[in-house]
């Protein structure tokens, strides 16, 4: 598969399905507002959930009921969240006029890491890659993927086609074992779920 051309293939996958299911309530919770949730990311070092939506971005303690917002300078529209599992203090969130945002203290504060992006584009989706921890991707709509190496300080353009559906909603990295390539890269859209072998 050439590197400088994508072929973006149909899946079964139900990733769709999954983003989904996410703005379902985890056991007993209540939802902040009738926000449908763009992301979701779990905290292995204490079992929290963070979740963004059209009115901000919120966490979800282990036991508790109730989400509760995590002050951030975006506070709506947000549409996607990554979180780093090896360093779970380390977030980075997404959306259209913000661009992205990284936290290295549990959200407590937040910088941009826009360099190399266009202005005024929207953002409709992020990833972390499965294990390169440095390495996120993100969707600009009307433009494609963009990709970072280093933890956000610096994006690139991906010489890709992207999946016929241009309306990417969710991207997620999977690893491929056995492989010279990195892995999976998945896109959700409306008409289904796309995976591309992340040879860029």
Not at 69 to 82: C, E, F, Y
Request: aromatic share 8%; proline share 7%; glycine share 10%.
């Amino acid at each position: 598969m050439p590197h400088n051309k994508l072929r973006w293939i149909a899946t079964l996958l139900a990733l769709s399905l999954a983003l989904s299911a996410c703005a379902s309530t985890p056991s007993q919770a209540t939802v902040v507002g009738p926000e449908t949730v763009t992301g979701l990311a779990y905290n292995p070092a204490d079992g929290s959930l963070l979740k963004t939506d059209a009115a901000g971005l919120f966490h979800l303690a282990p036991e508790a009921k109730t989400w509760e917002a995590i002050k951030i300078s975006a506070t709506s529209g947000l549409t996607g969240i990554a979180l780093n599992p090896d360093d779970p203090a380390t977030l980075y969130v997404s959306g259209p006029g913000v661009g992205v945002l990284k936290s290295t203290d549990g959200g407590q504060s937040w910088s941009e890491m826009n360099t190399g992006l266009p202005k005024d584009t929207e953002i409709t989706a992020l990833a972390m890659h499965s294990f390169r921890r440095e390495t996120l991707y993100i969707w600009l709509k009307d433009i494609g993927i963009y990709r970072t190496e280093d933890s956000g300080a610096h994006w690139a353009r991906m010489p890709d086609q992207g999946p016929p559906d241009q309306d990417v909603r969710g991207l997620a990295h999977s690893t491929l074992p056995g492989s010279m390539n990195t892995g999976w890269l998945y896109a959700a859209t409306p008409s289904g779920a796309y995976l591309s072998m992340d040879c860029f």
